[in-house]
T-cell receptor, first 116, second 113 residues
Framework: AQSVTQLDSQVPVFEEAPVELRCNYS??????LFWYVQYPNQGLQLLLK??????LVKGINGFEAEFNKSKTSFHLRKPSVHISDTAEYFC??????????????FGQGTELSVKP | GAVVSQHPSWVICKSGTSVKIECRSL??????MFWYRQFPKQSLMLMAT?????????EQGVEKDKFLINHASLTLSTLTVTSAHPEDSSFYIC?????????FGEGSRLTVL
């Protein structure tokens, strides 16, 4: 079975500082990886995804993530955060693309709090 | 991107009553929709996969008689929480697949008094 672990439940950071949100996964087979952002009382918005190819994935809002197969990690990074980046971030994994019936397994979430 | 809309956004009901939450794909057809439940400060837990024209597939531990799912058309799936109790209070989120990507609704917050 697959599982996802987000190593930090809360990450406080000052505005314009860099940030890394950590995600590790467990699976005996190849997986597809995703990062989502959730603002208060809203649904989820896709930040970026890794399906295949280059291990460095760039997403929206200046975020990027690097897939490391040997370390089974998919950490999310941003070189300079803004107050508006304050939100909950979820890492997720699936065995197959959505159009093949893939179900997402989510991590516990990391609350990013950007302070002025 | 594609839009998935949920209604209502907020609902408060008395214990013992039933509540229906709608999930619509506004600009695409979705043969499969997913229903998630999220407790405060926790992750999303998949409850069931809703398939158009057939029975939903429930995850282990989810009571299918408690959480009725109907996917009668390619743009609408409904989740009915039957005989709701305070422990059913939660944030319910649906999602639908389109062109290989999953799009999420805004979520529906249910409070059972």
């Amino acid at each position: 079975a697959q599982s996802v672990t987000q190593l930090d439940s809360q990450v406080p950071v000052f505005e314009e500082a860099p940030v890394e949100l950590r995600c590790n996964y467990s699976s005996s087979v190849s997986v597809y990886l995703f990062w989502y952002v959730q603002y208060p009382n809203q649904g989820l918005q896709l930040l970026l995804k890794y399906l295949s190819g280059s291990t460095l994935v760039k997403g929206i809002n200046g975020f990027e993530a690097e897939f490391n197969k040997s370390k089974t990690s998919f950490h999310l990074r941003k070189p300079s955060v803004h107050i508006s980046d304050t939100a909950e971030y979820f890492c997720a994994v699936t065995l197959s693309p959505y159009n093949q019936g893939g179900k997402l397994i989510f991590g516990q979430g990391t609350e990013l709090s950007v302070k002025p | 991107g594609a839009v998935v809309s949920q209604h209502p956004s907020w609902v408060i009901c008395k214990s013992g009553t039933s509540v229906k939450i709608e999930c619509r794909s506004l600009d695409f057809q979705a043969t499969t929709m997913f229903w998630y439940r999220q407790f405060p400060k926790q992750s999303l837990m998949l409850m069931a996969t809703s398939n158009e024209g057939s029975k939903a597939t429930y995850e282990q531990g989810v009571e299918k008689d408690k959480f009725l799912i109907n996917h009668a058309s390619l743009t609408l799936s409904t989740l009915t929480v039957t005989s709701a109790h305070p422990e059913d209070s939660s944030f319910y989120i649906c999602s639908a697949s389109h062109t290989g990507e999953l799009f999420f609704g805004e979520g529906s917050r249910l409070t059972v008094l």
